[in-house]
């Protein structure tokens, strides 16, 4: 490990950043004697948060940024002139047990440019992944970028050292795709995936009949699609996010804001800033699939395409239906008040389970959490004085809802000025 | 108004319960021994702490309440923190006169303050796990230090024990001036005679840090740097997530 690897390391994160996940959640794993670490299960551990907000759990890395592809959203794409590296493997086993054993990351997320073709690189890959887990004994995280067009056999190595496997569908749209990276097509994303998911489903069966039948992928698999440098809608992202949830294997779909990475290329959108409100939703609108029972027609459909970027898609779901409410907290079902706009998974648990023993009222609501402003016009719970959504109208709700612009919040104050407080304004 | 005093442990609190319900007088403040009473005090009584009736409240809890609730607890009791010890005195009348477990009685404020302290306690032990950095010396033990709000570090050393089965290392709570050290076989609580100067700093002296150790360190601190994409600044989220108050020890942030 000398000086020179910092440049290398410094480069190929740079090339690594734009995959935006970066979970170690799904597996959990105690430490046999002899070995070194762990996971956990539950969320993961995020050791620590980059100055973008966005958490880092795992040393995100790429084997190399050479590439042979020319993908116009990536940075890393053959025609780009950018400083080049290659990490051999002794140096990556080696960063990855030092950062673990100083508790800096819970593992490694490894992914490569491709270097003269699929198969090799990907040998290379399970190379690395075989070191930690065989000869140093390495029971941390490990995320494996699966490369697209690498053969079932190398998949199926790789699965058995890797906790979670993830190929990226990037585009949500085949022909969309098939503009930005001439070299790719949906065959080639979905084929891996497929292995990836045959794998497992073969595993599971095995494990049933041997207990200590090796796991294969056990955190599953995820994925990541960009988001603002296609003209495609919300709804094709989050049809395609619903397809592949529908799936067994299928964890997590990431959704990355295009960042214009590459100024040059007139295929792309000349964003100045990364679509970030939108990203946003499209996080909300998957947690709404996941936890809150919603299918996604109901999210979007043909008359509402696109996510509403001023209010969140289950407040904007409720202002579309409003015959739907006012639920009755004291009666009404689980999933029903999930829905309710400021009601989220914990409180409505805490709402099931403590109206077998009394009455609730809107003091017990505000006490759990829940978000009062936005519940208050959908509920009922026997004596709020508010006025609900069909009183008064969804658009007037949802004046009431929108956040207030910047510099209104807050009535300015003359610092120099002596503040009386009489009682008004304090 | 009738106060309580008990000397703040665990096992102090359950005698005041045991206490309370021989004398048939229920307490409406609980507070430490050497405390001064408050003004309209009527009534005082000093608890003393017997195991013979914390084990028979215990007990009692035992056939009320689910392991997990008592677990709720015993972890919330961790926080330390003062208005704690009321509440947690009510939960556990109530759980004793009630006819069935009340555990999952959110609307009771009692519980629901227990729950959150419980929570909070929680959350500051998945924070150490998160922000634990050691630093290796020359003799091959990694030092890490932290000041957590609440004392979780007994709930946390299990953790480290697990992952790093095989390094020495030591694991120093300066707020609480107490540490865990795990030797490769067993884990000790420890306490040193007088305040080493990293115990206050943080920072190991150049000569004592293993000579690798400053390029690692160098290196997170690139890796740290480059990961983060200029578009997407976002210093709000930043702090948010990763709160001031650790800083002082995050490798990355020096």
Known sequence: MKEETLEKLRILTESAKYDVSCSSSGTVRSNPKGGLGNTVGGIGICHSFAEDGRCISLLKVMLTNYCIYDCAYCINRKSNDIPRATLSVSELVQLTIEFYRRNYIEGLFLSSGVVRNPDYTMERLVRIVKDLRTRERFNGYIHLKSIPGASQELVNEAGLYADRMSVNVEIPNEGSLKVLAPEKDFQSVFQPMRFIQQGMLESKEERKKHRHAPRFVPAGQSTQMIVGASPDSDKDILGLSAALYKRPSMRRVYYSGYIHVNTTDNRLPALKQPPLVRENRLYQADWLMRFYHFKVEEIVDEIHPDLDLEIDPKLSWALRHPEAFPVDINRADYEMILRIPGVGVKSAMQIVTSRRYNRLTSYHLKKMGVVMKKAQYFITCGELGVKGVNELHPDTVRSFLLPTPAGFKKKKRNENQLLLPFGEDV | ?254
């Open chain 2, 1 to 254: 108004m009738r106060v309580f005093q008990y000397d703040r442990t665990f096992d102090g609190l359950l005698t005041a319960v045991f206490d309370a319900y021989s004398r048939k007088a229920f307490p409406d403040a609980l507070q430490g021994e050497k405390e001064p009473l408050p003004l309209f005090c009527e009534e005082s009584y000093l608890v003393v702490t017997d195991e013979n009736r914390s084990q028979r409240v215990w007990k009692a809890l035992q056939k009320k309440l689910s392991a997990s609730a008592l677990s709720c607890l015993t972890i919330s009791y961790l926080s330390e923190l003062p208005e704690l010890d009321m509440h947690l005195f009510r939960y556990i009348q109530k759980a004793i006169d009630a006819p069935k477990s009340i555990e999952i009685n959110f609307s009771d404020p009692d519980v629901l303050a227990v729950t959150n302290i419980f929570r909070k306690v929680k959350y500051e032990r998945s924070r150490m796990l998160q922000f634990v950095r050691f630093q290796k010396a020359v003799d091959g033990t990694y030092f890490s230090i932290m000041e957590p709000l609440y004392n979780v570090l007994p709930l946390a050393v299990e953790h480290f024990r697990d992952r790093f089965a095989d390094q020495p290392w030591l694991i120093y709570d300066g707020r609480r001036k107490y540490g865990y050290y795990y030797d490769k076989e067993k884990l000790t609580r420890v306490t040193f005679e007088e305040e080493l100067p990293h115990f206050i700093s943080g920072k190991l002296d150049d000569e004592l840090l293993e000579k690798d150790e400053k390029l690692f360190q160098d290196l997170w601190r690139t890796y740290f740097k480059a990961i983060c994409i200029r578009e997407r600044l976002n210093p709000r989220k930043h702090r948010q997530d990763m709160p001031v108050r650790f800083w002082k020890y995050l490798t990355e942030k020096q």
